[in-house]
């Protein structure tokens, strides 16, 4: 049962967030095209492609979660995501970027970009772990 219980509060809380950063980035494309321009790393002509492949990411992935089906490959489709964001950001920080959105909830809930924002992240990479060994364990045999 406490598999079960752990499963339920990562699949609500990772999939409730990327809902609502999709939601975030969807209702305003352009506004997130403008942030990711920010990060000056994307070349102009892939930039509307790869706002479009994030916010849809984040819409089956988060769907993905908390459907429940095949739900230990859907918490390593959010651990590789979360681990790609986290990168993504601790690279801007590297590179010094004064960001004042960092994109994660497009542009109606902005956040700076701050030294701890990866590890925001970070944390839903624990998350997706600790949902993929809990949906592991739960679908083993006993």
């Known amino acids: 049962m406490h598999g079960s219980i752990l499963s339920w509060v990562c699949r609500l809380f990772l999939g409730g967030t990327l809902l609502a950063s999709a939601l975030g980035k969807s209702l305003d494309v ?11 790393a994307i070349p102009a002509p892939l930039l509307w492609p790869i706002a479009f492949l994030i916010t849809g990411l984040e819409w089956l992935i988060g769907v993905w979660l908390l459907s429940g089906w095949r739900l230990a490959t859907g918490a390593l489709a959010a651990l590789l995501l979360n681990v790609g964001y986290t990168a993504w950001m601790t690279l801007a920080l590297i590179r010094g970027l004064d960001l004042a959105n960092c994109g ?3 542009v109606f809930f902005q956040q700076p970009l701050r030294w701890y924002s990866p590890l925001e992240d970070l944390f839903l990479v624990g998350m997706s772990y600790a949902l993929r060994i809990s949906a592991k364990a739960d679908n083993s045999p006993h």
């Not at 095209?33 to 990060?39: A, G, K, P, Q, R």
Request: hydrophobic share 35%.
């Open 30 to 40: 352009r506004g997130f095209v403008d942030v990711l321009v920010t990060y000056q």
């Open 104 to 106: 994660c909830y497009g």
